[in-house]
């Protein structure tokens, strides 16, 4: 297995404790010894697909001692005033802020507890079909090493080498779009009597049109705050590159926000700016020689929290194949099937959901649907389950969700079409809708 990340520890730690010989295999050094190597990654959201996966892994209560709850979106108006808007009815629907860095470390601790062994500076350069060899270097000393294997696990994140090397033996139908956005990873730290300065459960949007911020809770009282800004234009990542254009902005567009950071101007300068970008794949396996899982098979944008949680829920899905099918390529080709189609569902509402962050959270439109959503979710709780729900809070496949979304969203514009206030809603025509459109769910 290449990738020691979060879809590659999970899936040692599940394969080695069924009795399967795992070996995995990691670039860079050992973080519980050299310390997490941060800076490009933005927080983690734990929520239902991945909590399963961790039950599934017996690291459910581990976990879930390092996390912070978050009920909903708190809005930052532009006019300073602030809304919590509830991701789900009450706390039993809630997400989960997790740090990255502690999470990896804890399930690198019980991947190595299950058997698995993991060697870390090793950097895969080349991989020998016929032979069955994986040739290793270490890029602090420039050592090779070579190792044998039966079959070949990629879970090495978006830049996955698994993945070059499959797509110099197989045409896997890549296709790379870049949204013209980037991000900076900024900080709200404690205040200086180490409490939190903003509402600490909650996830923390503002919204202003093209661009946004959003602030993630820490265990240390401190929040990890997100720029997303456009690449060009005006604010974009090329014209807002110093200090003061930095302190400039957020004086104008996030003035509740700059109150809290006295460390802004040193944050922007010494986080380097992210890309964000989708990769759609057509194949994900090579016979039963490899196969792809996680962010090395469908890197998507973080809208909608889902990347970590995407790759777990691949991790649970590959274990099952491999336990019913006869052999590797045969579990590589349903596991394939399988999670597809979901991934690509997923990735399609992480870039629409970019879209309803900046743009419609604090809309008059958008309030006045989720209002009746809400509604229509209480009066046909088996049919009508709104999407963020279907997608956060179950685990219907992704592609199920998607397209019940759109029916849903369609009843929604449809209901609300000249209105501001749910008050006006004709409730016969409404739920007649809803009983002929969308069916049952269990």
């Known amino acids: 297995m290449i990738g020691a990340g979060l879809a590659g520890a999970l899936l040692g730690l599940m394969l080695a404790r069924r009795g399967w010989n795992v070996d995995i295999f990691e670039r860079r050094p050992d973080p519980r010894v050299a310390g997490y190597e941060g800076g490009r990654s933005i927080n983690l959201a734990l929520a239902e697909r991945g909590l399963d996966a961790l039950r599934r892994a017996g690291l459910e209560d581990e976990v879930m001692a390092q996390v912070v709850m978050m009920r909903g979106r708190m809005v930052h108006f532009e006019d300073g005033t602030t809304q919590l808007q509830r991701y789900g009815r009450d706390d039993s629907e809630v997400i989960w802020s997790v740090h990255r860095g502690r999470l990896v470390m804890t399930m690198l601790d019980a991947a190595e507890a299950a058997g698995a062994r993991i060697r870390f500076n090793r950097r895969l350069e080349q991989v020998d079909r016929d032979t069955r060899v994986l040739k290793f270097v270490d890029d602090r000393t420039g050592h090779a090493f070579t190792e044998s294997f039966s079959t070949l696990m990629g879970s090495d994140g978006a830049g996955s080498s698994v993945r070059a ?17 980037g991000y900076k990873e900024l900080e709200i730290p404690p205040s200086p009597a180490g409490d939190w300065r903003i509402e600490p459960n909650a996830l ?61 101007a040193t944050n922007f300068l010494d986080h380097p700016t992210g890309m964000l970008a989708t990769l759609y794949l ?20 973080p809208f909608h929290g889902q990347g970590m949680n995407c790759a777990f829920e691949d991790c649970v899905a590959l274990v099952r194949h491999i336990e019913a099918a006869p052999d590797f390529e045969s579990a590589f080709a349903a596991f394939e099937a399988e999670r597809r189609p979901n991934a690509r569902a997923i990735q399609e509402m992480a870039l629409e959901n970019y879209v309803e962050m900046r743009d419609r959270v604090d809309d008059a439109d958008y309030l006045v649907q989720r209002e009746l959503e809400q509604l229509l979710a209480e009066r046909h709780p088996d049919r009508f389950i709104p999407r963020y729900t279907m997608v956060t809070f179950r685990t219907l496949p992704y592609a199920v969700a998607q397209e019940r979304g759109r029916i849903q969203r369609d009843i929604l514009i449809e209901a609300t079409r000249g209105l501001s206030t749910v008050a006006a809603v004709d409730w016969g025509n409404v739920d007649a809708a809803v009983m002929k459109r969308l069916e049952p769910v269990e």
Not at 172 to 179: H, N, T, V
Not at 241 to 254: I, K, N, Q, S, Y
């Open 165 to 181: 090397w499959m797509a110099r033996q197989k045409d896997l139908g890549e296709r790379f779009e870049a949204l013209d956005h």
């Open 204 to 264: 923390h949007i503002w919204p202003r049109g093209g661009y946004m911020c959003i602030a993630l809770p820490n265990t240390e009282r401190s929040f990890t705050v997100t720029l997303f800004l456009p690449d060009d234009g005006e604010p974009g990542f090329s014209t807002v590159r110093t200090g003061e254009d930095v302190r400039a902005l957020f004086a104008r567009d996030f003035p509740d926000a700059l109150a809290q950071m006295p460390n802004l």
């Open 282 to 301: 057509d194949h994900w396996h090579l016979g039963g020689d490899a196969v792809l899982l996680g962010d090395a098979a469908h890197p998507m944008v």
